[in-house]
């Protein structure tokens, strides 16, 4: 067979062969929560054996989809990175018709509907609370749309907004400001990049947020009705 006459054509298949096994996905679904889990804890999520994780996961780190650390006799996962959390959200939303499926069992039932209520997205608010938040903001002026729709820019007012908050946004070279994600479930854009992770960050230090279960889902407290309200004028979401 001859080979590809496009270079990065190898690249990319070799990238969507380490997603493409079940086990693999699930694994990297369940790190878009963000946070860093244990190679027992992505074995029991994906319900295989350890030394079956343990290979799949050898995988996703050579690959580079994943990075490990090593606390004790602990081996903990977490996404590469932001752009590694985008693919995955991407290639979610092509996944689920737009319908979506039926879940099998009530408690699955309940879990998506959780998820679609409000969730984080890798380090980002997503879900009905999260476009809520972004549309509100864009409302207030505080974002920018972009012409075509696709992403934001922060005003001044936006920054000025952060400030009020207290919420420093961190330089960083490799990673937008602001960032337009499309969101799987509403098929509308939610705020991404630094100052949509520095938000989210502040909604769960304020105790606006809280995780319910062991999904990505979250749920607003009544601290943060009264400040989401207040802020941007955002209620009965979440």
Excluded: N
Aim: hydrophobic share 45%.
């Amino acid at each position: 067979m001859a080979a590809s006459k496009e270079p990065g054509a190898p690249r990319l298949a070799a990238l969507a062969s380490l997603i493409a096994d079940e086990t693999r996905a699930a694994c990297l679904l369940a790190l878009l929560d963000g946070r860093a889990w244990t190679a027992g804890e992505l074995a029991r999520h994906a319900g295989v054996a350890a030394s079956t994780a343990s290979e799949h996961l050898g995988k996703l780190v050579a690959g580079g989809l994943l990075a490990e650390e090593r606390q004790g006799r602990h081996r903990y996962l977490r996404l590469a990175d932001a752009r590694v959390a985008q693919l995955l959200e991407g290639l979610a939303g092509y996944a689920v018709p737009d319908g979506g499926e039926r879940p099998p069992t009530l408690r699955a039932a309940s879990a998506r509907t959780a998820m679609a209520r409000g969730r984080t997205c890798y380090d980002h608010l997503a879900g009905r609370l999260g476009i809520a938040v972004t549309e509100a903001m864009v409302e207030r002026g505080l974002l920018l749309p972009d012409v075509d729709s696709s992403t934001f820019a922060l005003t001044d007012a936006g920054h000025g907004w952060f400030r009020g908050l207290g919420v420093a946004l961190e330089p960083g070279a490799r990673r937008p400001l602001v960032r337009g994600c499309l969101d799987w479930t509403e098929r509308r854009l939610h705020l991404a990049g630094r100052a949509g992770a520095a938000l989210c960050a502040h909604a769960f230090a304020a105790g606006w947020v809280e995780r319910i279960g062991s999904e990505r889902a979250v749920r607003v407290t009544g601290v943060g009705e009264r400040a989401l309200r207040a802020e941007l004028g955002v209620g009965g979401v979440g």
